[in-house]
C-alpha cells in the first residue's frame, strides 16, 4: 500500500510542482498517474522513491515513512522503469537484468534461475539474448528487458515513468498486453505514468489525472469516462469518451445486463460474435458489416441472441448515462 | 564516401613512401651513427627522457582524473567552469613559456622540467575527462540512483565505463605531446634526447640531430599504439561494439 498524504512538492522555492495531494492505491493495484505533460506526475512519481524530496505532508509505503527509510535499501525493494529504458550500455543483458540481484549479493545459480525466469516471462528467450548487449536490441526488446530488470528483485512496488512512451504504437499496445499479462500473474502494486488516455483506460485498474499539482480525480478508467468530476477531466478524456468506455465493456456485461437467455433459432446468414468481444469492437463490426445484426455466441458456440445497434444504444443509456 | 577513402589511401601511402626513403637516406648516410658511437650516453639521455615524460605524465594522470571525476559530481557542478577556464588559460601559454616560467621559480634542472611539462600535461586529461562523464546519458545515471546503486557504485560501474575511451584518449594526448615536448627540457637543463637535437641544430651537426630526434618521434608513435592496445582492453566491449554499430550505420 502506497499513502500520500497532503504530499506538496515546491521547486526552487517558487515552483509548486504538486500540490496537496492525497491518496491511497492499495497492494496489487494498478495506478496510472494521467495528465498533460507539465502537470507533475513525473515529480510524484520520483517522491515515492526519493529520488525527489519531498515538501510537505509524506508518502508511506507499507505505512512507513519514506522519508525515514534508508533511501538505497528502498530504491533496491522498488522496481524502476523509465521511458528511454536506460540499460546500461556497458553490460550484457543478463548483467543489466541482475543488476540489483547483484548488489543484494544473491549467488550465481539464484541469478541464473531468476534471469531465466524473467526472460521467460516477458517473451525473450533467455539464451538467445543473455550475452548480448543493448545496442542489439530493438526498442520493443530493450523495453522488455527494462521491465525485466525493475522486477528483478521482486519488489512488491513498481513505479514506471511513461515505460512505453518512446515505443511505436503497434509495438506499444503489444508490449502494454504482455505487460497487463505479467501483472495477472506477479500482482505487483504499481504506480505508472502516462499521458495517453487509451494507455490509461487500458492498463489501469485506477487512473489519478493530474491538473496543475493537482489531482482532479481519482477513479476507476468508467467511472472516469463515464462521471468526469468537471470539464477538465471530461475534456481531457475526449469527446469520444462515451465511445471510448465501450471498450470496458464487453458483449457478456451486456448479455447479463440484459439477463439474455439461449437461442435456438440461429439466424445464419449473420455473422457470429464471441462473448469475450469488447462493445467497442461490436459497434464497429456493426459498422463494417453494414448488417443489423450479429448473432451473439458463448464460449461452448452456443448463440445466445443477437446483437444490434438498439440494444447497444439501451445498455449505454443504463450503464453509461444513467445512474 | 569513397573518394574520401581513395584520399587518404593516397595521402597515407605518400607519407609511407616518404618515412622509408627518410630512413634510407639516413641510413645510407650514416646518420644514426651518433647511437651506436655512444650508445651509453644514447641510453642515458633516453633513460631521462622516460623519466621526464612518466613522472610528469603520470602525476598529471593522478591530478586530473580524480579532478575531473571531482568537478562533475553534482555538487561541484558550478565550480566546473572556473577550474575549466584556469585549465584552459594553463594550456593557451606556449610549453616555452611555462618551461621559463617553471625555471623562474625552480632554478633549472629536472624539477623544474617535470613540472613544466606536469603542468602542460593536465589540461588534455582533464578536459576529456569532463566530457567523456558529461557524455554519459542522464537517464542512466537516473536509472542506476532509481535501482539503489550508491554514488560510487554508479561512478564505477555506470559513468567511468561510459567514460573510459574518452579519458583514455585524453591521457594519449597528453602523453604523446609531452614526449615531443620533453625535447624542450634541454634549454632548462631537464636532459633527455632534447640535448642531442639541440645539440644538432646549434652546431649543423646532422647525425646528432637525427639520433635525438628520429628516437624522440618512433618513441611517441611506440606510446600511441601502446595507449589505443590500452583503450582496446580497458573500453567494455559493449560499448566499443555499440560505437562500432553506431558508426557503420552513419
Ligand atoms: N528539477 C526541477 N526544477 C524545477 N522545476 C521542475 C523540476 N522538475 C520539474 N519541474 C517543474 O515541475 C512541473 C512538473 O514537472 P513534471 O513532474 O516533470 O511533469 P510531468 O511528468 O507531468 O510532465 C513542471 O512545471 C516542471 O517544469
Ligand atoms: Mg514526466
Partial sequence: ?323 | MNAKKVTSYVIRLILWTLVIAFFFWAISENMFGKIFEEPGKFMELLGRHLELVSISAGLAILTSVPLGILITRPSFRRSEWLIVNIANLGQTIPSLAVLALAMGFLGIGLKAAIVALYIYSLLPILQNTIAGLDSVRPEMKDAAKGMGLTPAQVLFKIELPAAASSIIAGIRTAVVLNIGTAALAYLIGGGGLGVWIFTGIQLFDNQTLISGAVPVTLLAVLVDLLFRGIEYLLVPKGIRLARKSAMESV
Fill in chain 1, 1 to 323: 500500500m502506497i499513502e500520500f498524504n497532503d504530499v506538496t512538492k515546491i521547486y526552487g522555492g517558487d515552483v509548486k510542482a504538486i500540490d496537496d495531494i492525497s491518496m491511497t492505491v492499495e497492494d496489487g493495484e494498478f495506478v496510472i498517474l494521467l495528465g498533460p505533460s507539465g502537470c507533475g506526475k513525473t515529480t510524484l512519481l520520483r517522491m515515492v522513491n526519493q529520488l525527489e524530496s519531498i515538501s510537505q505532508g509524506d508518502i508511506k509505503i507499507q505505512g512507513q515513512n519514506v522519508r525515514e527509510m534508508d533511501k538505497i535499501k528502498m530504491r533496491r525493494n522498488t522496481g524502476y522503469v523509465i521511458q528511454s529504458n536506460g540499460l546500461f550500455p556497458n553490460m550484457t543483458i543478463e548483467d543489466n537484468t541482475m543488476i540489483v540481484p547483484d548488489l543484494l549479493g544473491w549467488d550465481r545459480k539464484k541469478k541464473k534461475d531468476r534471469f531465466n525466469y524473467l526472460m521467460d516471462l516477458v517473451g525473450l528467450n533467455p539464451d538467445d539474448y543473455r550475452k548480448r548487449f543493448p545496442h542489439e536490441l530493438s526498442g520493443g526488446q530493450q523495453q522488455r528487458v527494462g521491465v525485466a530488470r525493475a522486477m528483478a528483485a521482486d519488489p512488491p512496488v513498481m513505479l514506471m515513468d511513461e515505460p512505453f512512451g518512446a515505443l511505436d504504437p503497434i509495438i506499444r499496445e503489444k508490449v502494454q498486453d504482455e505487460f497487463l499479462a505479467i501483472q495477472k500473474e506477479v500482482k505487483k502494486t504499481i504506480l505508472f505514468v502516462s499521458h495517453d488516455i487509451d494507455e490509461a483506460v487500458r492498463m489501469g485498474d485506477k487512473i489519478a489525472l493530474l491538473r496543475d499539482g493537482k489531482v482532479q480525480q481519482f477513479d476507476r478508467p468508467s467511472e472516469l469516462l463515464i462521471r468526469p468530476n468537471n470539464d477538465f477531466v471530461s475534456d481531457f478524456v475526449g469527446k469520444d469518451r462515451v465511445l471510448r468506455s465501450m471498450s470496458l465493456y464487453s458483449v457478456e456485461d451486456l448479455v447479463t445486463t440484459f439477463g439474455l437467455k439461449n437461442k435456438e433459432d440461429t439466424i445464419t446468414d449473420t455473422k457470429e460474435i464471441s462473448i469475450d468481444t469488447s462493445l467497442r469492437i461490436a459497434i464497429s463490426m456493426l459498422l463494417n458489416q453494414e448488417a443489423d445484426q450479429l448473432v451473439i455466441v458463448d464460449r461452448q458456440g452456443q448463440a445466445k441472441g443477437s446483437l444490434t445497434f438498439d440494444l447497444i444504444e439501451k445498455f449505454l443509456h443504463q450503464e453509461v448515462k444513467g445512474a
